[in-house]
């Protein structure tokens, strides 16, 4: 599986683009949780996902082929 990292999470990663090897399809949220334990500072924020270029809510199934993003919640005024 791709990641891809934006803004201040590839500051704080070192690394616009990882690839991660899954064992067997997963949730979203699960992938997502599996790239915080490896890089906790990320926690410091407050994040977003998607998965294939569509926004997730977490539940959707990721295969190894697929892609993640993770970038900061920006809000607007």
Do not use: C, H
Request: aromatic share 10%.
């Amino acid at each position: 599986m791709k990641v891809l990292f934006f803004g201040q999470t590839a500051e704080i990663v070192g690394t616009r683009e990882l690839e991660i090897s899954l064992d067997n399809s997963i949730k979203a949220n699960e992938a997502f949780a599996e790239v915080l334990k490896k890089y906790p500072q990320l926690k410091e924020n407050k994040l977003l996902f998607a998965v294939n270029q569509e926004y997730s809510k977490g539940d959707e199934i990721i295969n190894d082929n697929d892609e993640l993003a993770i970038f900061t919640a920006v809000s607007g005024g």
